[in-house]
């Protein structure tokens, strides 16, 4: 048990990130699935509408949980949100192309090239918030603890 222990503080950041970011991976498939196969919305808008509620739920885990972000004021509160969300637009637009390849030049289901997109979006959000958008509260943290 104690190895366990061990293990989940050496790399508490990394599981959470992936337990949420499995968790963000179904609440966007899941209303992904919602709005195109139940709703019968194109995929498109299927796809931003999901986004916007993935995204949503992303920030609010990796703020709290993940990043612990302790951001209180309201510039730096703007500042983290922007750059959070500028760089899921990046990757949210990025994964729509690999969606729309999928399905308009291969011919597939949408459901599965939107399964494949959010693999690549959620690898590459995570080096964009553990290298950019969290990491000048990350720095502070280190250093409390370093003094």
């Known amino acids: 048990m104690e190895k366990l222990i061990d293990f989940y503080k050496k790399y508490e950041e990394t599981l959470l990130y992936l337990f949420f970011g499995g968790a963000t991976f179904v609440v966007s498939v899941v209303t992904y699935a919602l709005f195109s196969a139940v709703l019968h919305w194109n995929y498109t808008l299927a ?30 509160l703007f500042r983290e949100i922007w750059q959070f969300y500028l ?20 011919h597939q289901n949408d459901l599965v090239w939107n399964g494949i997109q959010n693999i690549f979006v959620i690898i590459s959000n995570y080096v964009l918030s553990k290298l950019y958008i969290f990491k000048e509260v990350e720095e502070v943290i280190e250093d409390k603890i370093n003094k």
């Open 47 to 76: 796809y931003v509408a999901s986004w916007f509620l993935a995204v949503f739920f992303a920030y609010v885990t990796n703020r709290i949980w993940v990043f612990k972000s302790e951001v209180r004021d309201l510039a730096g």
């Open 87 to 106: 760089a899921r637009i990046v990757t949210g637009v990025i994964g729509w192309l690999i969606l729309m390849f999928g399905v308009n030049l291969l």
